[in-house]
C-alpha cells in the first residue's frame, strides 16, 4: 500500500487549550478514512492542518512527497469541504464552481469544463444556473462537494460531510460519497459511528486530542467483538433486589470464584441487565441454574455480542 498522507506528533495549541496532542497516523492510497470523535475532540483542528489552513504548534505531516516548507505546494492536490461551508447565495452553482476551479489555479476553459462535470458527476446539472440561495441543505453540500473536486484533488477532505444535514439530505450526501471513494481517497470527519460505519475503510477514533483507536473498522469490529447476554428481569421489586446483591457479590469476586471463569462484566439497569461473558454455553447455563434456584422473574434471555457502538462509546467515554 502506498502512504499518501503520513502524520508524526501532530499537535495545535491555542492558548492554554491543547486541541491536538500529539497524534500519528498514516492514511493510504485509495482508502476511505473516518476521523471519529465526540464534540470538542478536536478533529476540526486536525483537518484544517491536513488542509494547511492552520499551522501546527508541532508535528510533521508528510503529503504525497511534500514535506516541511513544501507542504503548501501539496495543497493542491487536496480538495477541502469545510464544516459549515459557505456561499455566495448570489451567484448560480455554475458560477461558484467556476470561481473555485479558477482559485485553484486552474485556467478559464478547463474551469468551466470541469465545474460542468462536477455538477454533473453530484446531480445539479439542471439546477446549475439556479441562484445558491435557492439550493437545499443538500444541494448546498453536493455543490460543496462539486467544489471541492473541480482541481481532480489527490485527497479528498471533508470535515462532518453529513452532519448538519436532515436525514434526505444525508442520504443524498451518503450515497454519493460512496461513490466518489471509489475514484479517491477519502479523508472525512464525523462524530456518529454510523456515519463511519457506512462509508470508512479505516477509522481514526480520537478524544480529547489524542488517538483513542484506530485501524480497519472490520478488523477492529472482530477483535473487540465479544458475546453477551442480556436478560431483561420483571418489574418485580424483589427479583431486581436479588440481582443488585448477587451482581454486588460478583464484583466483590476473586479471580479464582467459579463465575469468573466465564462472566467478564456485569452491566444493570434497573430490570435490564448485561453479562460481557467468555463463553457462551457456560454462563448460559450456570445463569439459567441461578435464577431458577433463585426464582428470579426474568421476561426476557438474548444472546448477542457487543457492537462497534458499545466499543466506541467505553472508547470516548469522559
Ligand atoms: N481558534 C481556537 N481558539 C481556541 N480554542 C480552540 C480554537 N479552535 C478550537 N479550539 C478548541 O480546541 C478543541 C478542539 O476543537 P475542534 O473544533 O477541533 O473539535 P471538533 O472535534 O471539530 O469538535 P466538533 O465536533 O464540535 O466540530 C476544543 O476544545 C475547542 O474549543
Ligand atoms: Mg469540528
Not at 58 to 77: L, N
Not at 88 to 113: F, I, Q
Not at 168 to 189: D, N, Y
Amino acid at each position: 500500500m502506498t502512504t499518501l498522507l503520513e502524520v508524526k506528533g501532530l499537535t495545535k495549541t491555542f492558548g492554554a487549550v491543547q486541541a491536538v496532542g500529539g497524534i500519528d497516523f498514516s492514511i493510504h492510497v485509495g482508502r476511505c478514512v473516518a476521523l471519529l470523535g465526540p464534540n470538542g475532540a478536536g478533529k476540526t483542528t486536525t483537518i484544517r492542518m491536513i488542509a494547511g489552513l492552520l499551522s501546527q504548534t508541532a508535528g510533521t505531516m508528510r503529503f504525497h512527497g511534500f514535506v516541511k516548507g513544501d507542504y503548501g505546494k501539496g495543497k493542491v492536490h487536496i480538495g477541502y469541504l469545510p464544516q459549515s461551508p459557505s456561499f455566495y447565495n448570489w451567484m448560480s452553482g455554475l458560477e461558484y464552481a467556476v470561481y473555485a476551479g479558477r482559485l485553484c489555479g486552474l485556467p478559464a476553459g478547463t474551469a468551466l469544463k470541469r465545474a460542468k462535470e462536477l455538477l454533473e458527476r453530484v446531480g445539479l446539472s439542471g439546477a446549475a444556473k439556479r441562484r445558491i440561495g435557492s439550493y437545499s441543505g443538500g444541494m448546498k453540500q453536493r455543490l460543496g462537494l462539486a467544489q471541492a473536486l473541480v482541481h481532480s484533488p489527490k485527497l479528498l477532505i471533508m470535515d462532518e460531510p453529513v452532519s448538519a444535514l436532515d436525514p434526505i439530505g444525508r442520504r443524498e450526501v451518503l450515497g454519493l460519497l460512496q461513490e466518489l471513494k471509489e475514484e479517491t481517497t477519502v479523508l472525512f470527519s464525523t462524530h456518529a459511528l454510523h456515519d463511519a460505519e457506512e462509508l470508512c475503510d479505516d477509522v481514526i477514533i480520537i478524544r480529547k486530542g489524542q488517538i483513542a483507536l484506530q485501524g480497519n473498522i472490520a478488523a477492529i469490529r472482530n477483535e473487540h467483538r465479544k458475546p453477551i447476554i442480556e436478560l431483561q428481569l420483571e418489574q418485580d421489586e424483589v427479583s431486581i433486589k436479588w440481582f443488585t446483591d448477587y451482581k454486588d457479590r460478583l464484583s466483590r469476586w476473586s479471580d479464582e470464584a467459579q463465575e469468573a471463569s466465564f462472566i467478564q462484566n456485569i452491566e444493570q439497569q434497573g430490570a435490564a441487565v448485561r453479562f460481557t461473558v467468555r463463553e457462551v454455553d457456560s454462563a448460559r447455563q450456570h445463569l439459567l441454574e441461578v435464577l431458577t434456584r433463585e426464582k428470579v422473574k426474568v421476561s426476557r434471555l438474548e444472546i448477542g455480542h457487543t457492537s462497534l457502538e458499545d466499543l466506541f462509546m467505553k472508547v470516548v467515554a469522559p
